[in-house]
């Protein structure tokens, strides 16, 4: 990373937290800060701001190092990634140096993937934090169950199709399918499902759901790499979904969504729009119905 960069994003970070009255970081506290699914531009204002304050950042793997560019150049960088198959620090060895920082005085931002609390284990950071006596700052951050799936032209809700959307992890914190979920109920009740971290277990995932009244041809998407410039959108059903994962080598990190909500992103894909795809004006047939109410 260029020491022109580092310069250029710290005098944006300073000129907008000044005119927007920011707050200060103070010495001896933590900020839990999400850093969005990828794209830099969908860091918020107050992530923008503790960049620029920090003197620790300690951040995980799916933070685009261009972020980082927004850092003062006086903060120290340590990672602290996580990474299904690949050694990783312990989460309580995490806390433990978020703890031992901030009660080094230092100004210490934990920045994390997506939300702090949408499967980040922020809280449990958080909460070791109260029982150290170091006082937090949360600031949410655009998840990549809602934010990622955008990028690919793909709603969470739309009226025609679902009043509701499950967000469930694809792991437990071993890494094994989250068997104790109550899969009859999501499967009868949730119109609109989203994976995280779940492509390992995508074959039993799709196994249960049909087994419990899913439809084997629903549509689904998988989008790795959400938001990036190298994002990668796999469209297939819940039927075909692991084989054709398998036969294309699709790889994580990827968010997955099951639902009828698939199907609009013949009319949604804007990304694709910008590469000459003509999108469909009414992808779901519904225009004639939906005028009407």
């Known amino acids: 990373m260029s020491d022109k960069v580092v310069k250029l994003g710290g005098r944006i970070a300073e000129n907008v937290s000044a005119r927007l009255g920011l707050p200060a970081f103070e010495p001896g506290w933590v900020w839990l800060v999400g850093a969005?699914?990828?794209?830099?531009?969908?860091?918020?204002?107050?992530?923008?701001?503790?960049?620029?304050?920090?003197?620790?950042?300690?951040?995980?793997?799916l933070v685009d190092e261009t972020m980082l560019g927004l850092?003062?150049?006086?903060?120290?960088?340590?990672?602290?990634?996580?990474?299904?198959?690949?050694?990783?620090?312990?989460?309580?060895?995490?806390?433990?140096?978020?703890?031992?920082?901030?009660?080094?005085?230092?100004?210490?931002?934990?920045?994390?993937?997506?939300?702090?609390?949408?499967?980040?284990r922020g809280g449990e950071e958080a909460l070791a934090l109260v029982d150290a006596g170091i006082p937090f700052r949360v600031v949410p951050g655009v998840t990549a169950g809602i934010g990622g799936l955008g990028y690919a032209g793909i709603p969470v809700t739309h009226r025609d199709v679902n009043h509701a959307v499950t967000f469930i992890t694809g792991h437990m914190a071993g890494?094994?399918?989250?068997?104790?979920?109550?899969?009859?109920s999501i499967a009868k009740g949730s119109p609109v499902i989203v994976l995280y971290m779940?492509?390992?277990?995508?074959?039993?995932?799709?196994?249960?759901?049909?087994?419990?009244?899913?439809?084997?041809?629903?549509?689904?998407?998988l989008v790795r790499n959400a938001t990036l410039k190298d994002q990668e959108v796999l469209e297939t059903t819940l039927a075909?979904?692991?084989?054709?994962?398998?036969?294309?080598?699709?790889?994580a990190p990827a968010i997955i969504v099951i639902g009828e909500v698939v199907r609009l992103r013949e009319g949604l894909d804007w990304l694709g729009a910008l590469e000459g795809r003509v999108l469909k004006r009414d992808p779901l047939e519904t225009r004639a119905t939906r005028d009407a109410v």
Not at 38 to 59: C, E, F, K, R, S
Not at 109 to 114: H, V
């Open 175 to 184: 890494g094994d399918l989250p068997e104790h979920l109550d899969w009859p």
């Open 36 to 61: 969005g699914p990828g794209d830099p531009g969908l860091l918020t204002l107050h992530a923008v701001n503790a960049l620029n304050q920090a003197d620790v950042i300690v951040y995980d793997a």
């Open 71 to 120: 850092a003062s150049p006086r903060a120290k960088l340590e990672y602290s990634g996580k990474r299904g198959g690949k050694p990783s620090p312990k989460q309580r060895d995490i806390s433990a140096r978020l703890v031992e920082l901030a009660r080094q005085g230092k100004r210490v931002l934990r920045l994390k993937g997506g939300d702090p609390f949408v499967f980040g």
């Open 240 to 251: 075909t979904a692991a084989v054709d994962v398998e036969r294309t080598g699709f790889k």
């Open 198 to 221: 779940a492509l390992s277990h995508l074959p039993r995932i799709a196994e249960l759901l049909i087994a419990n009244g899913r439809t084997a041809h629903e549509p689904v998407a």
